[in-house]
């Protein structure tokens, strides 16, 4: 189907924008979103950028099922009244932001190997396939999980798992807030929204969503890299604590604005695949 394509490419477009916003977080030999662009593409190339891009893109099809498929069925029980009723009793935004909580705690559980996955795959600065240099830690995705499993154990998988978790579960909430808030705003009384709305407001709800995320998207991409080669930080807490001692309060918003660009194209097309679906389903 057309929009699972599009959500794909959205998802490869969008890929190396993420690269640059996980080595900012987590790297300090970046000066900002330019150098780090320059930095990448000279001692790596075009492909650099796209490293850890796999697992989003098998995972995105589950992790995306989980949050919406918990989300629009805890707003089913919360309020009783099913899709086709829900544009002529639209539910009250508690019930929705309580939903978005159940599905983004939910999801998180679900993207949690596969995000750490990524982030490590990510942080890795060997150019490609380079004869004569030793090669990365990491050779691939599999690679890369069997490696984490050996050397770190099951729980490796699910480090920063916790921090996952406090950034998805509210966050979510304000996702799902801001979408249906900024649908209702520009949709005339029980009408569906049309597709150019629906792209607006669902590209608000990933800036919005991902800007009251960024803190804990910083403290969770530490974590997961910690354990790397020795660990670094006793808890959530003490990254947190030590990252603003060393960086100042600004550390929370490392990655803010690279991310927000890539979140908008994003999360347009992903509120726009739901939109259709539930529509043909629902
Ligand atoms: C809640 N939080 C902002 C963390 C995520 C919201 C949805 C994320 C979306 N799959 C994307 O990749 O942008």
Not at 97 to 110: D, E, M, S, W
Not at 134 to 146: F, L, T
Not at 155 to 166: C, I, M, N, P, V
């Amino acid at each position: 189907h057309p929009l699972v394509t599009t959500g794909a490419l959205g998802l490869v477009l969008g890929h190396p924008f993420d690269t640059v916003k996980v080595r900012l977080q987590t790297q300090t030999t970046y000066r900002g979103i330019v150098d780090c662009m320059v930095k990448i593409y000279r001692h790596e190339s075009l492909l650099g950028f796209f490293k850890g891009m796999s697992f989003p893109i098998a995972s995105t099809a589950v992790v995306n099922s989980v949050l919406f498929g918990v989300y629009s069925n805890t707003l089913l029980v919360l309020t009783a009244t099913s899709h086709q009723e829900r544009r002529a009793q639209p539910p009250s935004y508690t019930h929705i932001f309580l939903a978005g909580c159940t599905g983004g705690f939910l999801q998180a559980y679900c993207l949690a190997p596969f995000d750490l996955i990524k982030v490590r795959l990510q942080n890795q600065t060997e150019p490609r396939a380079q004869p004569g240099s030793p090669p990365p830690r990491y050779q691939g995705p599999v690679h890369c999980a069997a490696s984490i499993f050996r050397e770190e154990g099951p729980r490796g998988l699910f480090r920063g798992a916790w921090a996952l978790t406090l950034r998805d579960t509210p966050t979510v909430g304000i996702y799902f807030i801001t979408y249906e808030g900024l649908c209702r705003q520009y949709t005339p009384e029980g009408q569906n929204p049309s597709s150019a709305t629906v792209l607006v407001a669902g590209g608000f709800a990933g800036i919005a969503s991902w800007v009251a995320a960024t803190p804990l998207d910083v403290i969770k991409s530490r974590m997961q890299m910690d354990g790397l080669r020795r660990r670094v930080y006793q808890g959530m807490l003490d990254c947190m604590v030590s990252s603003v001692r060393q960086e100042g309060l600004g550390v929370f918003f490392r990655g803010v604005t690279i991310n927000s660009a890539r979140a908008f194209p994003v999360n347009a097309v992903t509120f726009l695949s739901y939109e259709y679906l539930l529509r043909w389903w629902g």
